[in-house]
């Protein structure tokens, strides 16, 4: 069976630090890219970050760039999602998933899902407060 499942969320003051971790099983990091997203109430998902380990294609949204990095462990089959410096408008439902078509013609300027997502995870709540 596919599952994408993310956790790592929680409760974090301005500035702080979390690491999302997004575990993968039933198929490889090498045949997908892997996309953060998230959702805040009220508003649209937004797709924070994405990677495709097998040709080191990256995309960050403007929102993030510079303060998220997006990593991964093909051995362990997991996507990291190191946030620093959160702000209190990264509160949101953090979601992975997995996308077979985006790929390096995509890196830097559209997010994971742009063609659609094959497979999603459940989402982790990350909320920045003091």
């Known amino acids: 069976d596919v599952q994408l499942q993310a956790f790592g969320g929680g409760l974090v003051q301005p500035g702080g630090s979390l690491r999302l971790s997004c575990a993968a099983s039933?198929?490889?990091?090498?045949?997908?890219?892997i996309g953060w997203f998230r959702q805040a109430p009220g508003k649209e998902r937004e797709g924070v970050s994405c990677i495709r380990s097998g040709d080191g294609s990256i995309y960050y949204a403007d929102s993030v760039e510079g303060r998220f990095t997006i990593s991964s462990d093909n051995a362990k089959n997991t996507v990291y999602l190191q946030m620093n410096s959160l702000k209190p408008e990264d509160t949101a439902v953090y979601y992975c998933?997995?996308?077979?078509?985006?790929?390096?013609?995509?890196?830097?300027?559209?997010?994971?899902?742009?063609?659609?997502?094959?497979?999603w995870g459940r989402g982790t709540q990350v909320t920045v407060s003091s």
């Open positions: 998933a997995a996308d077979s078509a985006w790929d390096s013609s995509l890196s830097g300027l559209r997010p994971c899902g742009y063609y659609g997502v094959n497979y």
């Open positions: 039933g198929f490889s990091l090498e045949d997908y890219a």
